[in-house]
T-cell receptor, first 112, second 112 residues
Framework: DTAVSQTPKYLVTQMGNDKSIKCEQN?????MYWYKQDSKKFLKIMFS???????INETVPNRFSPKSPDKAHLNLHINSLELGDSAVYFC???????????FGPGTRLTVL | QKEVEQDPGPLSVPEGAIVSLNCTYS??????FMWYRQYSRKGPELLMY????GNKEDGRFTAQVDKSSKYISLFIRDSQPSDSATYLC????????????FGTGTLLAVQP
């Protein structure tokens, strides 16, 4: 069983489009995260939700909007995609915000 | 200056060698220290988790934290080709947000 899953695994799209990435965890964790990993492998947090409440909102353009319909899901919607949005996006979860984080397999986004 | 510095490598060693991976950091509030391993095109997986200063051993892996020097290390004994991956250090100050700050990762190649 996959603990943290993401769909799609690959996403190729044109500049200006709107796209969504979905994340689900079956670990019963309360806290979920979105990270962005750039071409140099640098992993940086974007958002964190605890029990569906936004906890961390790093300096991320307004075009990025996370949505947590329930504790097990955290989706990421991106409007008006730009070339610089090309990266691998990782979802993660932890039991609470003070516990270790477990990562999903990533979604490789390419904006043309 | 980045909060966490890590030599990106690549580091190439022969099978059976002892590998030493290191990170330095500038934020004295960091209390939780982690090492993640990331295989190509996969999500990071937690290897070691240490609180405050000291050593922790798990099989062939040993994590060391020296808070006075703001320096952490991961040692891999009897390295195997299957250890070839990118190793990311991560740390946090804990608290209400538990924001993880990652190093840029060190690419390790263990040659058979």
């Amino acid at each position: 069983d996959t603990a943290v899953s993401q769909t799609p695994k690959y996403l190729v799209t044109q500049m200006g489009n709107d796209k969504s990435i979905k994340c689900e965890q079956n670990l019963g964790h309360d806290t979920m995260y979105w990270y962005k990993q750039d071409s140099k492998k640098f992993l940086k947090i974007m958002f964190s939700y605890n029990n569906k409440e936004l906890i961390i909102n790093e300096t991320v353009p307004n075009r990025f909007s996370p949505k947590s319909p329930d504790k097990a899901h955290l989706n990421l919607h991106i409007n008006s995609l730009e070339l610089g949005d090309s990266a691998v996006y990782f979802c993660a979860s932890s039991q609470s915000f003070s516990d270790t984080q477990y990562f999903g397999p990533g979604t490789r986004l390419t904006v043309l | 200056q980045k909060e966490v510095e890590q030599d990106p490598g690549p580091l190439s060693v022969p099978e059976g060698a002892i590998v030493s991976l290191n990170c330095t950091y500038s934020n004295s509030a960091f209390q939780y220290f982690m090492w993640y391993r990331q295989y190509s095109r996969k999500g990071p997986e937690l290897l070691m988790y240490t609180y405050s200063s000291g050593n922790k051993e798990d099989g062939r892996f040993t994590a060391q934290v020296d808070k006075s020097s703001k320096y952490i290390s991961l040692f891999i004994r009897d390295s195997q080709p299957s250890d070839s991956a990118t190793y990311l250090c991560a740390m946090s100050a804990g608290g209400a947000t538990n924001k993880l700050i990652f190093g840029t990762g060190t690419l390790l190649a263990v040659q058979p």
